[in-house]
């Protein structure tokens, strides 16, 4: 057992986690049963993306190492846990997400949904992800087609066992077939496509394929979200794909109107609520995922709004995003 060390700076969960991890030489699955957490779900904390609060599996991590003499007391108060994330913001993107995701799923479809990275695309899709019979999966370039299966298999609890790939896409298409109304969401599916490989995507073409070959029906709704080089990659590589599509979006940003109405409960100065505008629209770096850092750091500068937010106050929180 580890001998309670007292810090002397302010420490993160995370990062305090993942101090534990190396030095107990234990893995993210092993920590995540003693806690009583999934390990995707606390490899998606770790990482910064868990979708969720964080508060209660924040709660159970001290309490495990508290148990462990990890830390003590003195080094839970030194601790930060992760700020609590800005309500879920209903844009004409995220309607417009949402709106395929509940069609697909409904109506076992394949939509397609492509737009600039900060869109809010990632954020809309995990919101939708927590509705019954969704299995979310976010893809990254190391991602190879047994790392797929496996997580879509992970994701869905159906027990993982040795074969080919062709084996283990026949146990998830009757898992789809015996479980009727899921949405399958594969998020930067762009990542799967390139000009060497379809290989990962075939898989999914598999997968979403009707089991009945007397139907033109599929067991499950697939919604495909990407880059925007996403569209031109189906189309390119994967025309049959591409034809099936039901819907297509490709994500605006956000609005004028909307980052008003988004900045509407603090009280920013006239230039500084220019300066949010800028972040929020530009067509260089401009996008919701700069507009709600810049938001949540100011707010831990300056929680009390009413005073008035100015450019210096951004300027500071920009600053924090750089350290």
């Given amino acids: 057992m580890e001998t309670a060390v007292v810090y002397n700076f302010k ?14 030489s234990m893995s993210i699955e092993e920590l995540a049963k003693k806690i009583g957490f999934s390990r995707p779900a606390l490899t998606q904390y770790l990482s910064g ?8 599996i924040e709660k159970a991590i001290i309490e495990y190492l508290k148990v462990e003499g990890f830390i003590n007391n003195q080094n839970e108060k030194a601790l930060t846990t992760s700020p609590q994330k800005i309500s879920f ?7 417009n997400i949402i709106a395929i995701c509940q069609s697909c799923q409904e109506s076992q479809g394949l939509g397609i949904i492509s737009g600039k990275s900060g869109f809010g695309k990632t954020h809309a899709l995990k919101q939708y992800a927590k509705a019954e019979r969704v299995c979310y999966i976010y893809c990254d370039d190391a991602m190879g087609c047994r790392d797929l299966i496996e997580t879509i298999e992970e ?13 283990r896409v026949k146990g998830i298409k009757k898992f789809f077939n015996v479980n009727k109304g899921y949405l399958l969401i594969i998020d930067e599916a762009d990542k799967l496509l390139n000009k060497f490989t379809q290989k990962k995507m075939e898989i999914l073409r598999t997968i979403y394929d009707p089991t009945d070959r007397d139907s033109d029906e599929p067991d499950v709704g697939l919604v495909i979200a990407g880059e925007p080089r996403l569209e031109s990659l189906i189309k390119a590589y994967l ?12 994500l605006e940003g956000l609005s004028h109107k909307e980052v008003e109405k988004y900045l509407e409960p603090y009280n920013f100065t006239d230039n ?7 972040r929020a629209t530009n067509n260089q770096t401009g996008c919701f995922r700069l507009l709600n850092k810049t938001l949540r750091n100011i707010l831990r500068l300056q929680p009390d709004t009413s005073e008035g937010i100015t450019l210096d106050i951004i300027s500071k929180a920009s600053s924090m995003m750089m350290l």
């Fill in 11 to 24: 420490q993160d969960v995370q990062g305090i986690t993942r101090d534990f991890l190396n030095k107990n």
């Fill in 155 to 167: 994701t869905l609890g159906i027990p993982q066992k040795y074969g080919s790939i062709s084996k």
């Fill in 89 to 95: 913001f209903p844009s004409r993107d995220a309607k």
């Fill in 239 to 250: 025309p049959r794909f591409a034809n099936r599509a039901d819907f297509n979006i490709r």
């Fill in 49 to 56: 993306k868990y979708a969720s609060n964080p508060a209660n």
């Fill in 272 to 278: 500084a609520l220019s300066e949010m505008m800028a």
